[in-house]
């Protein structure tokens, strides 16, 4: 709890750093960029899509008559809009967190490491490559569970408890391999993410709690339509700004963790082995 409490303060005061603040503009920048030409390709198609859906429902159809008649036939127009915004939103969350592991967890790893674990060897245990494919395989199977996971959702509990935790087993198998990559071999890794594995899995569902505040951006209601222009690089912005705490904080954790190991494995290397005179008066 100590060493999970000692890294959460570090990585507060780490996202005041200037570079931390200015690395998180660089996804931003890629991920708005992403968006907008998916936006330009796809977002008539899918609020096309989403409107015949809806006119599609005789149960919907009775609502939209009843609204009208009470003058708020216009709340289809804009509830539209919202529906597509929602089911994007999970994209967007999964984009932002793999450019900031791909981009900004190398250079925020670089950055704590020559301010605080100067003298921790690197091993080059993983691969950029190797990093890349773990983190797309890890996005696929979150996905994946989302998908699967929806009809739960419309349970009033779970609505609140599987989404953070498919967040937090995202963030937590990506983060902490990323945060490892460079420093821990393969066997450390294992070793380390076995050993952390529920402080980890705590962490990466606090974290995916945290990544819902982003959505409170669009709590003003159908006001946020008119303002989608200035909301969806303010909420991309805040996934990234949290990942990227999320990120140092796995950082400082995991970097800390491996410090650990590797002074119980020189310690252990230095007991004396017992000689076999020594072996056999213990055995008898």
């Known amino acids: 709890m100590n060493a999970m409490l000692d890294a959460f303060w570090r990585s507060v005061a780490y996202c005041l750093h200037p570079k931390v603040i200015g690395l998180s503009l660089l996804p931003l920048l890629l991920v708005i960029g992403l968006i907008a030409g998916l ?27 009843w609204l009208e008649s ?15 915004i929602a089911l994007a939103t999970p994209l967007i969350v999964v984009a932002s967190l793999l450019v900031v592991a791909t981009l900004m967890t ?31 395989g890890a996005s696929l199977t979150a996905l994946v569970l989302l998908v699967l996971s929806v009809p739960l959702w419309f349970v009033p509990p779970l609505v609140l408890v599987l989404p953070p935790l498919i967040w937090g087993w995202l963030t937590y198998r990506v983060l902490a391999f990323d ?14 993410m076995r050993r952390h594995r529920w402080w980890l899995l705590g962490m990466g569902i606090f974290t995916g709690y945290l990544g819902a505040a982003p959505s409170l951006v669009w709590s003003v209601g159908f006001v946020a339509v008119a303002l989608a222009p200035v909301l969806v ?7 990234t700004l949290i990942f990227a705490f999320s990120s140092l904080w796995f950082t400082h954790y995991c970097l800390a963790a491996l410090q650990q190991l590797r002074r119980e494995t020189a310690a252990a290397a230095l007991e004396p082995v017992p000689s076999p005179a020594e072996q056999a008066v213990e055995v008898l």
Do not use: C
């Not at 250079?107 to 797309?136: C, K, N």
């Not at 690089?233 to 996934?239: A, H």
């Open 39 to 65: 936006g330009y390709f796809y977002m008539d198609p899918a609020l096309a899509a989403v409107q015949g859906l809806l006119e599609s429902s005789d149960l919907l159809n009775q609502l939209w008559t």
């Open 70 to 84: 009470i003058g708020a036939g216009k709340l289809k127009t804009v509830l539209v809009p919202l529906i597509v």
């Open 106 to 136: 190398p250079l925020i790893v670089r950055l704590v490491t020559q301010r605080r674990f100067p003298t921790l060897e690197r091993t080059g245990g993983a691969s950029y490559l190797l990093s890349v494919l773990w983190g797309l």
């Open 179 to 192: 945060a490892l990559a460079d420093h821990a071999t393969t066997e450390e890794r294992h070793t380390l």
């Open 233 to 239: 690089p303010l909420s991309i912005w805040l996934y």
